[in-house]
Structure formats: structure tokens, C-alpha cells
């Protein structure tokens, strides 16, 4: 997980008011002086903005807190799921709700409706969202990897694919689209999700030019659900990314959670 310095005290007192005791926002216990170090937590240039409207940031945040553990779990290079977990949900995709290119694949039940919501208004454009991957059990994903590894080679393979337990695709919650190759980005179906998936829930785990991040390429297919309220706060205070917010959940969703005022 990436880290950063905590902010430094003046900027700290710049922001806030020496002495100043009121709650930032009514639904938390926060001071100016117990949010400080949750803000600590974000790097330049969103923990500025954070810390210059802070009880906008609190409201924005505040549905994220009562939201599934797993919707916003970190899952990348350094963070990994047990090799048993498997989602308690899962579902078969199946025609004509979803296109898929191949039978088995499943899906979170509990957020079915939100995929076939965004394929239904995607088709409604003349569209065709077809499936190409979604879970993957942790075997799935080791074998996948190492049939890459072996092709490409391990330092190649690892910068387009994930190792067992540290892929996405297993919490049952992400979705490849289309032909899964960069070109993908420059298709009808490939500029609609990168200008809609957002209002479905949907967000784009590995951005163009974020691979220092993201420890990925730029896959344009590769959308996780992380339901609307969270692609609203990933959009207005973490830069479109969802590393930076599921890295910022990870450190502090259970502080600013505990917050919550009773």
C-alpha cells in the first residue's frame, strides 16, 4: 500500500484555527484536530482540497461507511484475499440479460441489477457490452497467471496480470468487456463505459498512464462495481482513481466509520 508523510503542522494550523473545537460535520465526532491525520492519509494534491472543505468531503463520504466490506476492499500487488474466499452469491451469466463469449462465468448476485442496468442502457444506444471474463477463483487466477508468466515471461506477465489472490476478478465484482486489448478503448462500447460505467456502479480499475499507481497497463475492459455513491466520491475527491480510494478506505474507512456519531 502506498504511504504518505502526515501533514505538516502549520498547514495543519493554516487550515484550521488554533483552539477551534466545533464538529466539522454534524454526523461525526471529528474536530479540525482529530480529521488532520485522516487527511494525512491522501496525498497532494486531494488532501489540500479534503482539508479546505472537509465537512463536504465527511457528507460525501458518509453512504461509503455503510456499504459492504467488500465493495471497497483493497485487492492489488501488495494487498491479497485468502486463497478459500469465494463470494457466497455467486450467479451464472446467462443470455439474453447478459452476453457473455463463453458459458460459466459468474457474477455477484447482489449486484446483477446494476450490470444488466448498464448493458440494457448501453443497448438502448445501439450497444453490445459483451462479458468476457468476471470471477475467477483463486486457482483459476494462479494458473492463468503462470500460463503468462510462461509465455512472457515474469516481469511482463506482472505488469498485465494479477497473481492468485491478488486479482480483482475474484471478489465477484468485476467484469472484462469486449476483445480485452487496448484497442478496446477506441471502440463504441469501450468510449461508452469509460463515459457512463459511473453512473452504474461501475469504475475503471487500471486508468491510461496509472501504472505507477495501479502496478497495472491501462486496461479500458476492466471495470469493477463499487456502486454509485463510491464512483461520485472517487470522481470529486480522488481524482477518478480507485486506488486512491480504496487505498484511503483501507487506512481509514474504519476510523471515519468509528467517528460516526450515535
Not at 21 to 49: D, G, K, N
Not at 121 to 141: D, P
Not at 166 to 187: C, M
Amino acid at each position: 500500500m502506498l504511504r504518505f508523510p502526515l501533514v505538516p503542522l502549520l498547514l495543519v494550523a493554516l487550515a484550521f484555527p488554533v483552539g477551534a473545537q466545533s464538529l466539522l460535520h454534524p454526523a461525526y465526532t471529528f474536530t479540525a484536530e482529530t480529521f488532520a491525520p485522516v487527511a494525512a492519509a491522501l496525498p497532494e494534491p486531494y488532501r489540500t482540497a479534503v482539508l479546505a472543505d472537509p465537512k463536504a468531503f465527511l457528507a460525501d463520504y458518509k453512504p461509503l461507511l455503510s456499504k459492504p466490506n467488500d465493495l471497497l476492499v483493497l485487492v492489488d500487488k501488495k494487498n491479497e484475499l485468502p486463497g478459500e474466499y469465494e463470494p457466497d452469491d455467486l450467479v451464472t451469466l446467462k443470455a439474453p440479460a447478459v452476453v457473455v463469449n463463453k458459458g460459466g462465468m459468474k457474477f455477484r448476485k447482489a449486484y446483477l441489477p446494476a450490470l444488466i442496468a448498464m448493458i440494457s442502457a448501453a443497448k438502448k444506444q445501439g450497444l453490445t457490452l459483451q462479458v468476457s471474463s468476471a470471477y475467477r477463483s483463486w486457482v483459476y487466477q494462479k494458473n492463468t497467471f503462470q500460463m503468462y508468466a510462461n509465455r512472457d515471461g515474469l516481469a511482463t506477465a506482472e505488469r498485465y496480470s494479477a497473481r492468485p489472490g491478488r486479482s480483482q476478478h475474484q471478489l465477484g465484482t468485476v467484469i472484462d468487456f469486449g476483445s480485452v486489448e487496448p484497442s478496446f478503448a477506441d471502440t463504441k462500447e469501450g468510449q461508452w463505459l469509460d463515459a457512463h460505467a459511473e453512473q452504474f456502479g461501475f469504475s475503471m480499475s487500471y486508468p491510461k498512464d496509472q501504472e505507477a499507481l495501479t502496478g497495472y497497463v491501462f486496461e479500458p475492459w476492466h471495470f469493477r462495481y463499487i456502486g454509485v455513491e463510491a464512483c461520485a466520491v472517487q470522481k470529486k475527491w480522488f481524482g477518478d482513481l480507485q486506488q486512491l480510494l480504496t487505498e484511503f478506505h483501507a487506512s481509514q474507512g474504519a476510523v471515519l466509520k468509528a467517528a460516526l456519531r450515535k
